[in-house]
């Protein structure tokens, strides 16, 4: 598979590895604002900056390449991409984590928030910690844990810095040097605490979930999602 990397700093430099390791080929790095013929790849891979992410998915659907993003921070305009993608019979994938693990913590969240929901002695809140040179707070990865959660419960909306919040689920968002990726929810009571975590312990499993989907949609028309990929139930 001829490959189209757009951003290629910390998780572009790391997919390139996963991707050759696998046969595939890059012959596309665009890493700042500039004209690229996207049509010389058979797939992109879109893991820039949130200034950058629609443009970059846009190109590609317009061209008909099939393109997987990762960049968080831009989904004012993911409905944008999604109508574009239907109009063009493109072929589109957005995942705030690719990583198999995640995304088995997201269903894992999803589970336990039903369960947890008519439980009102319990207030959940929840943190996420990621390396100091991250653009956006809080990340992807918990913005899809929270609407895991509000689908599930009777919560209304997640809030920024919070410790606590009546409707609302608090997150907390901490940057310390070089952690890739940690995410945990909790369910406090006075008398006992629930608590689940996911730990990246570096970001390989991002990387392989990139090429894994780009493998995956290769000859696909629409807009999918890694539970489709990865078919979760
Ligand atoms: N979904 C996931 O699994 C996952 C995992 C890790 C990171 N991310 C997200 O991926 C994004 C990139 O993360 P990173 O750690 O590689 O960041 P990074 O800062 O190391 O890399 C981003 C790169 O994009 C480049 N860039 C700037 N403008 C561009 C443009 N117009 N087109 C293409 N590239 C451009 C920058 O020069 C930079 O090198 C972030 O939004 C991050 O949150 C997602
Ligand atoms: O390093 C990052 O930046 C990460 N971003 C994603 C997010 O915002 O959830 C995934 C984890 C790593």
């Given at each position: 598979?001829?490959?189209?990397?757009l951003g290629?700093?910390?998780?572009?430099?790391?997919?390139?590895?996963?991707?050759?390791?696998?046969?595939?080929?890059?012959?596309?790095?665009?890493?700042?604002?500039?004209?690229?013929?996207?049509?010389?790849?058979?797939?992109?891979?879109d893991f820039s900056i949130p200034n950058s992410a629609f443009n970059n998915i846009?190109?590609?659907?317009?061209?008909?390449?099939?393109?997987?993003s990762?960049t968080t921070g831009w989904?004012?305009k993911?409905?944008?991409a999604?109508?574009?993608?239907?109009?063009?019979?493109?072929?589109?994938?957005y995942?705030?984590?690719?990583?198999?693990?995640?995304?088995?913590?997201?269903?894992?969240?999803?589970?336990?928030?039903?369960?947890?929901?008519?439980?009102?002695?319990?207030?959940?809140?929840?943190?996420?910690?990621?390396?100091?040179?991250?653009?956006?707070?809080?990340?992807?990865?918990?913005?899809?844990?929270?609407?895991?959660?509000?689908?599930?419960?009777?919560?209304?909306?997640?809030?920024?810095?919070?410790?606590?919040?009546?409707?609302?689920?608090?997150?907390?968002?901490?940057?310390?040097?070089?952690?890739?990726?940690?995410?945990?929810?909790?369910?406090?009571?006075?008398?006992?605490?629930?608590?689940?975590?996911?730990?990246?312990?570096?970001?390989?499993?991002?990387?392989?979930?990139?090429?894994?989907?780009?493998?995956?949609?290769?000859?696909?028309?629409?807009?999918?999602?890694?539970?489709?990929?990865?078919?979760?139930?």
């Open positions: 598979m001829k490959i189209a990397l290629y700093g910390r998780m572009g430099k790391e997919i390139e590895k996963i991707a050759i390791s696998r046969g595939h080929e890059i012959v596309i790095k665009k890493d700042v604002d500039t004209e690229i013929d996207i049509t010389l790849a058979d797939v992109a891979i846009s190109n590609c659907i317009e061209n008909k390449v099939p393109v997987i990762g989904l004012d993911y409905n944008d999604v109508k574009l993608c239907e109009e063009k019979k493109g072929a589109f994938i995942a705030s984590n690719f990583s198999l693990g995640v995304n088995i913590f997201f269903e894992l969240n999803k589970q336990l928030a039903k369960m947890m929901s008519n439980l009102e002695d319990y207030n959940i809140s929840m943190e996420e910690i990621h390396h100091t040179k991250k653009l956006d707070a809080p990340s992807g990865t918990a913005i899809t844990l929270a609407e895991g959660i509000i689908e599930n419960s009777t919560k209304k909306d997640w809030e920024l810095d919070k410790t606590t919040s009546e409707e609302n689920i608090p997150i907390v968002a901490k940057r310390i040097p070089e952690v890739p990726g940690t995410h945990t929810v909790w369910y406090n009571s006075e008398v006992d605490s629930i608590e689940i975590k996911h730990t990246a312990h570096s970001r390989q499993g991002f990387a392989l979930g990139a090429v894994v989907a780009a493998e995956w949609i290769l000859g696909k028309t629409g807009v999918f999602s890694m539970k489709d990929v990865l078919n979760i139930s």
